[in-house]
C-alpha cells in the first residue's frame, strides 16, 4: 500500500507563484523516481516533469521548463513542485506519481488524489 498526498493548491494572479507537495507514505522507497502531471476537464493528463532518487536529476516539460522546479526532500519523503511565473494556461488539477521517470501517464502504478491550481489572468 502507498498513499501519495498532494497539497499546497490554490487560486493565484499570473505571474505568481505556489508550491506544491507530495508526500509519500507505505511501502515506496525515499529513492523512488517521481513525477508530476496535471490534466484539466477532457483533456488527457498531461507530463509536467519527473525527479530522480535526488534532485540532480530531473526532466520538465517544454511548456513549464525554466519556470517549474522540481525537489525532493528524501529524509521526509516528499517531492516539491515549486511554481513560478504562473500562467493561466497552467490552471489543472496537479498529481503526483510513482513510482518512474517517464511521461507516460499511463506507466504509473501510484497516484495522489490531485491539488487544485488556478490562476486568474
Known amino acids: 500500500q502507498v498513499d501519495l498526498v498532494e497539497s499546497g493548491g490554490g487560486l493565484v494572479q499570473a505571474g505568481g507563484s505556489l508550491r506544491l507537495s507530495c508526500a509519500a507514505s507505505?511501502?515506496?522507497?525515499?529513492?523512488?523516481?517521481m513525477t508530476w502531471f496535471r490534466q484539466v476537464p477532457g483533456k488527457e493528463r498531461e507530463f509536467v516533469g519527473s525527479?530522480?532518487?535526488?534532485?540532480?536529476?530531473?526532466a520538465y516539460a517544454n511548456s513549464v521548463k525554466g519556470r517549474f522546479t522540481i525537489s525532493r526532500d528524501n529524509a521526509k519523503n516528499i517531492m516539491y513542485l515549486q511554481m513560478n511565473n504562473l500562467r493561466p494556461e497552467d490552471t489543472a488539477v496537479y498529481y503526483c506519481?510513482?513510482?518512474?521517470?517517464?511521461?507516460?501517464?499511463?506507466?504509473?502504478?501510484?497516484w495522489g488524489q490531485g491539488t487544485q491550481v488556478t490562476v486568474s489572468s
Open positions: 506519481a510513482a513510482p518512474g521517470f517517464d511521461s507516460d501517464y499511463r506507466k504509473y502504478e501510484w
Open positions: 507505505g511501502n515506496i522507497s525515499n529513492r523512488d523516481p
Open positions: 525527479i530522480g532518487w535526488n534532485s540532480a536529476v530531473t
